[in-house]
């Protein structure tokens, strides 16, 4: 399995971008795909995870501004941020797993499948 991240530049306080996530190889029902960011000197972080069949999860700091949706026919996991803030730049990561529970899409030690990081930036 392979992720293909691409999407992330440089926007102003409260614009948007698009993340997007290409997934190849196998993919299954029970797939989880994840995003997490990396910001510099900071942990990994969650963002937003969905089940390929149903299901989608939100951290609580990007609830409602966020947006985790898929293209089956593209193989493709967005991720639309919108009302951006300086706090929300980072380095954006999408992750896979064929295996998760519902408990562990928060957790991204529990993913198998990495793709390469896109940098968002966002300038107050």
């Known amino acids: 399995v392979q992720l293909q991240a691409s999407g992330g530049g440089l926007v102003h306080a409260g614009g948007s971008l698009r993340l997007s996530c290409v997934i190849s190889g196998r993919t299954f029902s029970r797939f989880v795909v994840g995003w997490f960011r990396q910001a510099p000197g900071k942990e990994r972080e969650f963002v937003a995870a969905m089940r390929w069949s149903a299901g989608t999860w939100y951290s609580d700091s990007v609830k409602g501004r966020f947006t985790i949706s898929r293209d089956n026919a593209k193989n493709t996991v967005y991720l639309q941020m919108n009302m951006l803030k300086p706090e929300d730049a980072a380095v954006y990561y999408c992750?896979?797993?064929?295996?998760?529970?519902?408990?562990?899409?928060?957790?991204?030690?529990?993913?198998?499948?990495w793709g390469q990081g896109t940098l968002v930036t966002v300038s107050s």
């Open positions: 992750a896979a797993d064929s295996r998760l529970i519902n408990t562990s899409v928060r957790e991204p030690r529990q993913y198998d499948y």
